[in-house]
């Protein structure tokens, strides 16, 4: 026979995300996620010379889009209108609306050399470190 120990909050902790999921999941259908930004979800990746930056954006125009870097801040901004339906939604949960999102990056990098790339709803972002901070090998004479 196996004991089961149960917390004691972990129900009410429960019923509690469920309602506050449906009470989210309600706000689109009331028209409340069009007025609202939206924060998009970004992968940043470092690797040795650059940092990557990935940004799933389906269904927006490229030229949309408005992406800055200032004072090593990147910032991403643009929207995505939203679809006109005879119907009602029954279930609605594609992102629409006015979006931003503003990350700094964690050292410097070359912003005459940043290059974006938007391709299947992804935008890629490739941006270079600085020279001056790029790991340097340094060699050994032997004499």
Do not use: C, H
């Not at 979800?41 to 949309?64: F, R």
């Not at 931003?100 to 940043?114: F, N, T, W």
């Amino acid at each position: 026979m196996r004991i089961v120990t149960r917390d004691p909050f972990a129900q009410e902790l429960e019923a509690w995300r469920n309602t506050m999921e449906q009470l989210l999941n309600e706000l689109p259908r009331r028209g409340y996620a069009s007025e609202r930004p939206w924060v998009l979800p970004l992968d940043v990746i470092e690797t040795e010379d650059k940092y990557i930056v990935k940004a799933s954006i389906p269904g927006i125009d490229p030229d949309q889009l408005n992406i800055t870097f200032s004072d090593n801040v990147l910032t991403i901004q643009g929207e995505i209108t939203g679809e006109k339906t005879e119907g009602r939604y029954l279930l609605r949960e594609r992102r629409f609306g006015q979006f931003q999102r503003s990350i700094a990056l964690p050292e410097r990098v070359d912003a005459d050399k940043i290059e974006a790339e938007y391709r299947d709803g992804v935008l890629v972002l490739s941006i270079p470190k600085a020279e001056e901070i790029k790991p340097k090998r340094i060699s050994v004479q032997v004499k």
